[in-house]
């Protein structure tokens, strides 16, 4: 079994590689082999003109680095989606690797191997309104729809600021752990 975090805060060390690493923690518990890739330390630049036809696009932008991350993404079996809320969303680097997923997802020789990950989402914010973690959970929903996968559930953290704060929510950070651990338990079944 094998469980990436996508990491999508430039912010290195924050409340959402925090909050991502508790989950991974919880993950390596239940026998799972991790990874992390930080979207910030890589060339990802935003999804280029594509066609209509999901099925027939190309990636005009593929001399950067999103194919090789792609491959490492095709290869897990659970995708942590760690990101802070930004502007009432994902950050622009989760964003950006996101949107190019659209000129492979359907495409042939992709196309079976997006389907069936488990999928969890960590998420951050200096906001006190449970809203704001919504603004990245609820499209995501859709986004694991989309790629025939399994929504295994989240962890929001609202109030969450300044740097680190995180540390100090242990029920935050059990949240992340106890996540971690059920899913790779719930996929190994």
């Given at each position: 079994m094998k469980v990436i975090a996508l990491l999508g805060s430039p912010r290195r060390n924050g409340n959402t590689d925090i909050m991502a690493e508790e989950v991974l923690h919880g993950s390596r518990e239940a026998g799972a082999e991790t990874d992390v890739i930080v979207v910030d330390n890589y060339l990802v630049r935003p999804i280029a003109e594509v066609g209509d036809k999901?099925?027939?696009?190309?990636?005009?932008?593929?001399?950067?680095?999103?194919?090789?991350?792609?491959?490492?993404?095709?290869?897990?079996?659970?995708?942590?989606?760690?990101?802070?809320?930004?502007?009432?969303?994902?950050?622009?680097?989760?964003?950006?690797?996101?949107?190019?997923?659209?000129?492979?997802?359907?495409?042939?020789?992709?196309?079976?191997?997006?389907?069936?990950?488990?999928?969890?989402?960590?998420?951050?914010?200096?906001?006190?309104?449970?809203?704001?973690?919504?603004?990245?959970?609820?499209?995501?929903?859709?986004?694991?729809?989309v790629l025939h996968g399994e929504y295994l559930g989240d962890v929001c953290s609202p109030s969450t600021y300044p740097k680190g704060s995180v540390r100090n929510k242990t029920e935050i950070l059990s949240a992340c752990y106890e996540l971690g651990l059920e899913a790779v338990k719930k996929r190994k079944c």
């Open positions: 999901s099925s027939e696009r190309d990636d005009p932008r593929n001399d950067d680095d999103f194919p090789s991350l792609l491959e490492k993404f095709l290869n897990a079996d659970i995708v942590i989606w760690a990101t802070p809320v930004y502007w009432a969303g994902l950050s622009g680097q989760l964003k950006c690797f996101l949107d190019r997923m659209s000129s492979y997802f359907n495409k042939e020789p992709y196309k079976k191997r997006f389907v069936g990950k488990g999928h969890i989402v960590v998420c951050a914010y200096g906001r006190s309104e449970a809203l704001h973690g919504k603004f990245v959970t609820e499209p995501m929903k859709l986004v694991v729809d």
